[in-house]
């Protein structure tokens, strides 16, 4: 039997054994056939009437199984309802609510989990090409600066990336009409964005480092599916920040807590947003931390609404809210999104009415880590394109004069003319004239016309090596920071959530800038809370130091720890210029978080606000504290007000003014990880015993144990009674008397 491209097998019992084995080859038989028959995927499910099990056909023409769902009773018969239709794609003119994309295209879905089965099987047929190489190179080299050690570059991340930016650059195509059948449509014109290109609207979609799909034939039906199943929902009636839902959902809570990736609510944006972006005629804003584009979002809606009630027309409006609302982030997904939110945050029907317009969100290095040696140069911006040719004059770096990068703009289309003139000229062969080019983008310097001959010239020896697909977009990216640091680039709002990575989750040579730029700016504690330091702090004052202009304001959601721990004592002070760089802050009255439930994030969390001023003003000993039980964390400001309560201003303490009196007796012993291997517990040493001055032993286990430990058996064993000694830890210390120690070998 079969329903659109699902093959329908049914027999009379799906348990192990040799009639399962027949029943899957027979199947494989059917999908292979109309796989090739239509040229389209298809793909096999197998039941018995109570097991229903979703096969996919790889390359080779194994079937696999990807997903399966059972029948324990009657009542399960919505849940396959909904499996089957996940599968089947029948329902049309879908809500796009979190709740709804979570289902159907999150990674318990049985639709994500074939779309991630295709694409680990076309990135295994094509990871050795030149192009695929150098997209997975710069993706990774961007994550570690971002991410830090939480980071591993591993396939399978990569390949869940893609899935998540095919989707959202499909919805994208949705939201404005655009057709997105491969059929109809080249694969690789569709993943550049090149609809949006010849429509007027950049920045949207364009090349970057997950189009690598479209080199090879086989990415045809993958997009396909994908495609055919975002065509179901109705995207022009989108009222929060959807694709952070989307991301939460394939990317498990333990590896977003890893990587140090904390999401905002949208409740929480939204009144962060009400309460700081109050004049949106005349405010600039920028979240420099952008994620997926919840601060965008309400951003811009905030905006509109402004543009509403000063009777602007709609194409005025348009125009107002893309040059005063803008974004950044390092994590390459995460601008995808958010460049996705914004264009849902705008609607379809406004954006009908329009000039040519870029979407400003940006990939960048915010904090600017590495630019003294990398980026910036003395007269403009080099970029190491870690290019293996051996070429002459030092070809591995793509320079581009101050000349050419003073008006940003003007450099996005400047590069993105010459990448595109580089890839349609014939290979191996000289490089084409680029004087009209030249002429056209207002490059009159001699030096300057020089200087981007040079470049063009190392483009076209990347396109000849399969290097070069991907450099327009990270050099038009990377640049960003720069412009915004100009004094008419400098925003009046910043507004954001700063990643929060700890100093001993970040690689080496991270700790060690992050080190230099904290002493510099005062935020430096040392010590024994130098591991416990966070990027947060750091992030926040730089970004204030190079973005906001004086008098500026900002807010941004921060660790609670930053209201009273001692490694956060440099940034409470709002004097993050001891010296010549840094800046300097006036805090207002914080916002306590953590007595919210359930939790915002992993940690609690509090909000700072202030603004950059001549002098500074330390944040203040108390905060407004928050209390209450959310029903939701995807509620509205409106609706979570009604379940939130503000106890008014509470005292918090900082651990650096107020030191225990009994600080003396008690030191740091040795961090004891993991635990399951030192704790033990006596045992009888059964019925003869054991020798004197033995003892028998096994591993101690706690609820609270962590993977892999936790998966570990335990040791059981006999060891000499002298080594094992009592040991005190947190848990056995209470005030004013001890508990029963714990043993340890």
Not at 204 to 224: K, L, N, R
Not at 395 to 405: A, M, R, T, Y
Request: overall charge neutral; proline content about 6%.
């Amino acid at each position: 039997m079969e329903a659109g491209s699902t093959v329908f097998e049914v027999k009379k019992s799906v348990r192990p054994g040799r009639a399962l084995d027949d029943a899957v080859e027979q199947l494989g038989t059917y999908v292979r056939h109309r796989t090739e028959e239509l040229s389209r995927r298809h793909v096999g499910v197998l039941t018995d009437g109570q097991t229903w099990i979703l096969y996919h056909l790889q390359p080779g023409g194994e079937l696999v199984e990807v997903n399966r769902i059972r029948m324990r009773d009657r009542r399960d018969g919505e849940r396959l309802v909904a499996w089957l239709e996940t599968i089947l794609a029948t329902r049309k003119e879908i809500a796009p609510t979190p709740r709804e994309i979570v289902q159907r295209l999150g990674a318990d879905s049985p639709a994500a989990q074939l779309d991630l089965a295709d694409l680990r099987a076309l990135y295994a047929a094509c990871r050795g090409n030149p192009e695929v190489q150098v997209k997975r190179e710069l993706w990774a080299r961007l994550l570690l600066s971002a991410l830090g050690a939480g980071f591993e570059d591993s396939d399978e991340l990569f390949v869940t990336h893609t899935y998540l930016v095919l989707t959202a650059e499909l919805i994208a195509h949705e939201v404005m009409g655009l057709p997105t059948d491969p059929a109809s449509t080249d694969v690789r014109a569709l993943l550049e964005g090149q609809q949006f290109a010849m429509s007027g609207l950049h920045g949207v979609v364009e090349a970057d480092f997950f189009d690598w799909p479209a080199t090879i034939s086989q990415g045809q039906p993958v997009i396909a599916a994908i495609a055919r199943r975002l065509s179901l929902f109705a995207w022009r009636n989108v009222e929060h920040d959807v694709l952070k839902a989307l991301y939460e959902s394939v990317i498990d809570a333990d590896t977003r807590r890893r990587l140090g990736e904390y999401y905002t609510p949208d409740w929480l944006a939204e009144k962060m947003v009400a309460e700081n972006f109050q004049d949106p005629m005349n405010q600039r804003v920028l979240d420099p931390a952008c994620g997926s584009g919840t601060f965008l979002f309400w951003a811009v809606r905030r905006a509109l609404q402004s543009c509403d009630s000063a009777g602007m027309d709609n194409h005025a409006a348009v125009a107002h809210v893309v040059s005063q609302i803008q974004g950044m982030d390092l994590h390459p997904v995460a601008v995808t999104l958010a460049r996705v939110t914004y264009l849902l945050a705008l609607t379809p029907d406004r954006l009908a009415d329009r000039d040519e317009l870029t979407v400003p969100v940006f990939l960048g290095d915010s904090v600017r880590w590495e630019q003294e040696d990398t980026l910036r140069s003395e007269d403009g911006i080099t970029v190491r394109t870690t290019d293996p040719l051996e070429m002459i004059e030092d070809e591995s770096k793509l320079h581009f004069p101050e000349g050419v990068i003073d008006e940003p703009q003007r450099f996005d289309r400047l590069v993105a003319e010459l990448a595109n003139k580089a890839a349609k000229r014939k290979p191996k062969t000289k490089p084409p004239s680029i004087r009209g080019l030249l002429n056209r983008h207002k490059v009159t310097g001699d030096e300057d016309r020089q200087a981007v001959e040079i470049a063009f010239k190392k483009l076209c020896r990347l396109h000849d090596s399969g290097r070069d697909h991907v450099w327009s977009y990270y050099i038009r990216n990377l640049m960003r920071p720069l412009s915004f640091m100009r004094p008419e680039g400098q925003v009046d709002l910043l507004i954001g959530n700063p990643p929060w990575l700890s100093y001993r989750s970040m690689p080496r040579n991270l700790q060690r800038t992050y080190q230099s730029l904290a002493k510099q700016r005062g935020l430096w504690a040392g010590g024994k809370v130098a591991t416990n330091q966070d990027l947060s702090d750091l992030f926040a004052a730089r970004s204030v130091e190079q973005y906001l202009k004086e008098g500026g304001s900002f807010a941004f959601v921060m660790p609670h720890g930053v209201l009273s721990r001692r490694q956060y004592r440099g940034f409470r002070s709002g004097d993050w210029q001891p010296g010549e760089c840094g800046a300097r802050a006036q805090f207002r009255a914080p916002e306590d978080l953590s007595k919210v439930k359930p939790p915002l994030f992993a940690n609690a969390s509090c909000v700072v606000s202030g603004t950059k001023a001549r002098s500074a003003r330390a944040l203040p000993a108390s905060a407004i504290e928050w209390t209450g039980r959310l029903s939701s964390q995807q509620l509205s400001w409106g609706d979570a007000s009604r379940q939130l309560a503000s106890a008014g201003r509470a005292v918090i303490a900082a651990s650096d003014t107020h030191e225990s009196p009994y600080r003396a007796l008690f030191q740091q012993g040795a961090s004891l990880v993991p635990r399951m291997l030192v704790t033990v517990e006596e045992v009888e040493g059964g019925p003869i015993g054991v020798t004197s001055g033995r003892v028998r032993v096994r591993s101690a286990r706690s609820a609270n144990e962590k993977p892999p430990w936790k998966s570990l058996p335990g040791l059981d064993g006999v060891v000499e009674r002298r080594f094992v000694r009592p040991m005190h830890v947190g848990a056995t210390i209470l005030a004013y008397r001890a508990r029963d120690p714990q043993l340890a070998i």
